[in-house]
């Protein structure tokens, strides 16, 4: 393993004025299941660690009226342990749990599952699904991005050099309760997703009034479904309009084929756990 | 039966309370003053000739010992052994070659040898070796290979390194009078062990210049191998054998020792190298890919009249153990049935392909997927119960292997684990799902234990009581963590009549224990078990013999136990284990004895048609498993899972259990999930996050079912275990996913993709 310069600062502040300095030098770490494995396997070259771990400010859940942040170095196990999480946004908790095994959910932290901009992260199709944003600072700079617009590719954000993401924020909107993710992967745990989908749903006498759906592991990026959802809005569901609508999700989706899956099988099963998560929803609400 | 003590009783192991509480030293856990770290350069293509090495760039970087390449190995091509003393001819001899030499056989195959005094120095002077490699085409596929004029892998003017065949009765006449025929072809994939424990070590020369290498082996003998290779006396070369983490038969090769030995007899200096994950993914053995082709034939009430069946293995880029392993596959080929008419013929061919050897189950696992699911084919396809078609074919005791003919003698408990097994499974399991269907699959087997008889196997063990009664034990036994050392403890204390607690073993070193032979083929409890019965009871003996004449009683009238000799029936005349001991030391009687134990000693057999005794003794079993599959996403569950074995005797019931829950999640795994994916020679799953194994959560529900027949050759009746808890849980799983969705999948693992092609062909046809 190569050496590497570790500094762990003790305030966000901090981090900020050595991403200034370091910009592109520094990489910044917090449970490190993603980093070292790169450093292991040489894809991140010898610079600076900013390990962020020990950053108290930036662990928090809260909730205030309908407005929700969570802190970036919230961990997965944070989330599950949550009770908020679990009684008022468990569509977050059931993709916790479902994140590889307990032993990386206790490293593993919300803000660097989204940072590593994998389009298998299994926190992104959730907060994709509460239409969350990300709270970006940079030295003496604030701004906002909204997850829809982060992820630029495989492992391509929207983060400038000198940025860190510190915290998540969405709103309790009508379809938040209780949302669904189901996750296929190949095992129970330490499971990479073959695909995943999440989705909120509100129905009004069988009509769809209002969706949102996100997937994983479909596309270059975690991918919301705009079409699909705009294809449902309004209608009554029924069984001809979930085999319609999934074919709007076959067009929607833009899988590869690697050793987990083929393209094909993804794209497929996309249309399957499409359909479950409806109807699981509306079994759910009705 | 339970006049038993310690034998038959679920104890906590010799090495439970060690590991339990960290404190047992693996090979990873130990170092040296002054250790450098060794690296191994691997090949990047998988065939290519090699035009020049230049190391001046590697040897010139600060903190580097030793550069070496196939120019500075003593002897750089021996013979591949696993432990054997005797002759058993160039039929199974392959070349061994220590580091790559003109030309390159597979990717990952070890080019140079990097010391250096960190690990980092070590990575870096690998990567400045300069190897100006001209690329060549290779042959990846074992059939493309055996044709005229493939590329040639090895020097050698053909791909193929060994054809083996198996026949009796008339196969034409077989087939001829059978009412139903069956033809099909499935595909096992490579595997890997996947132990937690990599390969590794730390080798060091002492002040008598003996090499010692501290490293998890199975096969301590090859201390003779890594002396040959560098031009040594054996008694120059010791290994000292650590506990591993796992086995499997990935540590049955030699791994890195000659590495670590030519690095540290090089540098003077003590030399410590690991295996990354991925290299022991990339670089070391996997087990066997096979194409079966099968042909059975059979009578419309279910009799089995005829099989045939061409088995092509793929060795990979040398031969290492493939001879052997396909002498398994010949020999298990007609699995546990008795046919009139058998025609076996298997072919064993190198590839550009990472090399493969021995994995748990040595050949037996693959052909067991192939007949298993025939046997279900054709009782569907005759409207018989699985069970029924397999208790109306299945050996019984008196009859004989329909490969080699060889005759069973003593009892033969397939009919009685299948129905067991089947009837385990108990009330079908009641899904809520819509979209799951649940399904039921069996399979029964038969496995050897012990080594090929030809091989003429030998176990040695050394016993010896204290003068204050407590028992010292040395055996060259390796352990890998199947409780291999605390059987041999067990055995002792049995027969000595000592508690557990005054047993103390010195396991696995070649020049202090005497040697016990290899921790494969199922063999250890069967022969170290022996010899270390054989050594306990001649101490025995001798303690009896004294004591009768102290007590002035026939000797027949004594017995041992709880550190007295005891009258039979009159538990209130004993005389303390003690005052005995004294009695002998006053007297120069011997309390201790090196004992060998032989197995039975055959012939090398004509290869053309393998027949006779090849094997001491089997190990007969049955697994059966519920599972559900989802309809809409080809996943499978398995529910429930029933492994019953005849295992003779369960010298430590827990011990046995543990093989057999674990013995059915590694074939648990085989079936359904794992494979080394190679493409073109190039490997695709390098690490676990590709090569995924089965974790705690994919575990269901498991039943061990211990049958004690007491008709094994080891100590009190028992029967290897090990190898054959694997062999048979992936045709079961198969058969059930039949029984659950109508569908057979003929290549392993059976992924949830595969499944839902089979189910969906209208969905992916054109896509």
Redesign the interface.
Known sequence: MSQFRYISPKTKEEVLKILEEEKSEACIVAGGSNVLPYIRDKIIPPKLLLDISGIEELNYIKKNGSNWRIGATTTISDLISSKIIREECNILCQAAEQFADPLVRNKATIGGNLADASPAADTAPPLLALDAGLEVESKGKKREIFLKDFFLGPRKTALQDDEMITGINFKSDSLNKPGCFIKLGLRQAMAISVVTVAMVLEIEENRVKDIRVAMGSVAPIPLRLFNAEEFLKNKHLNDDLIEEAKNKVYEEVNPISDIRASAEYRCYISGILFKRALEKLTNQTS | MSEFKIVGKPIPREDARAKAKGELKYADDFSLPGMLYGKVLHSKYPAAKIISIDTTKAKQLPGVHAVLTARDVPHNETITRFGQSAEVGKGFEGLYRVLADKKVRFRGEAVALVAADT??IAEEAAALIEVNYEPLPGVFDPVEAMKPGAYLVGEGDSNIICKFGCSQGDIKKGFAEAEVIIEDTYQVPFVDHAYLETEGGVAWIDEKEVINIRVGSQVIEHFRDVAEVLGLPHNQVRYIGTMMGGGFGGKEDITVETYLALLTWKTKKPVRLFYTREESILCHSKRHPFIMHYKVGAKKDGRLVALEAELISDAGAYPYLSPWVNLYATVNAAGPYCIPNVKINTYCVLTNNTFTSANRGFGAPQPNVAYESLMDELAYKLKIDPLEIRRKNCITTGKSLSTTGQVFNTYVALPEVAEKAWKALGETKKVEDKNKRIGRGLAIGLMSYGRMTFLHDTSRCYVRLESDGSVLIRSGIPDLGGGQVSLLCQIAAEELGVPMSKIRIYYSDTALTPLAGTTTATRQTYMSGNATLKAAREIKKRIIQKAAEMMNVNPEKLVIGEEKIIVKYDSAQYLPLLEVIKACNTEGIELFCEAQFKGPFTMVPDLSNIRGTIFPDFTFGAQAVEISVDI??G?VEVLKLVTCYDVGKAINPLSVEGQMEGGSIYGMGYAL?EEV?MEKGVT??PSF??Y?I?????VPEVEAILVESGGGLGPYGAKGIGEPSCSIIAPAILNAIYDAVGVRIKSLPA???KI??AL?KH??EG?
């Open positions: 690990e980092e809409e996403t996943q999930m994916v695709l799953t996050s590709e995924i089965p974790t705690a959560a994919d992924t949830p993709e839902i092609r969906k969905y992916f896509r």
